[in-house]
């Protein structure tokens, strides 16, 4: 096992986290013994979240030297797979053996149960968060022990342990629900107005299998990619031109002037799921981290006004935004999800990394966008004070008493997750 004192940082860089030691152990005993003898303690992923979600002052522990697990069941159409696993090590291993996950997010660099415990998803109408394809989870609880969760022995509680913020304990294996390999083409219609997109996003968003706008808010017009699952829709594009954008002639990267060859490939161009579902290519890092993001889910019927709100103060918050995406998510039954309970429209904002110039407009735009009924992601930047998000997620109480029933001596608990707590009734 490797333990160092030296501080751990996040991809971003904008975290400095709090704990005194950083342990990779590298099995489960090394694991127990390190949890068992820790005051506080906490699982880092691949530190993609752009906050203290994955903080701790005691131990912070790092999974993915843990013996590495994938072990598919083609007759259950399930995987189950080691806690510290990334989706790009594992999309090409289930590909390769004929299987697929029904999504991804934009990049595939991230740890599938970093994804998992904050609620992170892709795009698609009919698409659910990452979190909703898990159906059992492997944990090493408070006192060291195992436990296992599971969709069908614990319908109860299993809904309320998925997204999770760390709070619960040490993930270290996951269960998730597979479908058969498929094909994705994907193409890309720059100059779709804004106004389009406000009053057309039902149309939009069901353009495709998986549906990404893109917009810098201020040039007033949308980029829109749009990704169709062969084996369900036409391998054809809707036209050259397309709701008053044209068919791009080359690639495309989401952030002006950054080079498109980190892009998935565009232009139709059938491939496997895995490799058109995420923006990024998994060989090369989108960025240097240079950025910050928020993302606010909001119910999928506001996505007009919310457009229309955002168009009209575009000038307060462009200055400080590289880019905003805007995406759908289907409802989940997941306590803490994002898009628990209502099908979603998720919109997000790529920011400048200086957060003293973004948490001002920031703010501004969570003040017209909350009583729309937004909902913050649990990885990224927000301007909310934790009482303000605790009201955002009706369960979060019930999650609360989850927490104390599993850790009961709250060693899982953060400042994060302590903040929140602390907001409830
Ligand atoms: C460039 C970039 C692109 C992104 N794209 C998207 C996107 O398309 N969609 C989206 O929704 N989000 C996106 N995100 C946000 C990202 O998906 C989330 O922040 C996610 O949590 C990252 O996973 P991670 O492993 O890096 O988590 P971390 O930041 O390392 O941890 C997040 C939480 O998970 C917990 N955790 C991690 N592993 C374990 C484990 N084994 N056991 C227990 N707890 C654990 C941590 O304690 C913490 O509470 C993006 C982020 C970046 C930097």
Known sequence: MQTTGARARNWAGNITFGAARLHRPTS????????????RAHVLGSG??????????????????????VEIDAERRQVTLSGGLRYAELAAELHAAGFALANLASLPHISVAGSVATGTHGSGNAQRS???????????????????????????????????????????????????????????????PLATVAARHPEISAGAYSVSVFTDWHSDTATVWLKRRLDREPAEH?????????????????IPGMPATFCTEQGGVPG??????????????????????????????????????????????????QVAEIRTVAADDLWLSPAAGRDSVALHFTWVKDLARVLPVLGAVEDRLLPLGARPHWGKV????????????????????????????????????????????
């Open 28 to 39: 489960l005993d090394e694991l127990r013994r390190v949890v068992a003898g820790a005051e």
């Open 48 to 69: 993609h979240s752009f906050n203290r979600v994955a903080d701790t002052t005691g131990d912070l522990l790092r999974v993915d030297g843990l013996p590495r697990r």
């Open 130 to 192: 990452l979190a909703a394809a898990v159906t059992a989870l492997e944990f090493v609880g408070g006192d060291g022990e195992s436990f296992t969760l599971s969709r069908a022995a614990d319908p109860e509680r299993f809904p309320g342990a998925v997204v999770h913020l760390g709070a619960l304990g040490v993930v270290t294996a996951l269960t998730l629900e597979l479908e058969p390999a498929f094909e994705v083409a994907q193409w890309v219609y720059p100059g779709v």
């Open 238 to 254: 809707p036209g050259e031109r397309w709701l008053g954008g044209a068919l791009a002639a080359g690639p495309w990267h989401p």
């Open 272 to 321: 496997p799921w895995h490799e058109r579902l995420p923006h990024f290519r998994p060989e090369f890092t989108p960025s240097r981290g240079e950025e910050l993001q928020s993302e606010l889910f909001l119910p999928r019927a506001a996505a007009g006004e919310a457009v229309t709100l955002l168009r009209a103060m575009a000038a307060e918050f462009a200055g400080v935004l």
């Open 382 to 425: 927000t301007a909310a004070a934790p009482a303000t998000v605790a009201g955002c997620y009706p369960r979060l109480a019930e999650f609360r008493r989850l927490a104390e029933s599993l850790d009961p001596a709250g060693r899982f608990r953060n400042a994060f997750v302590d903040d929140l707590f602390a907001a409830l009734p």
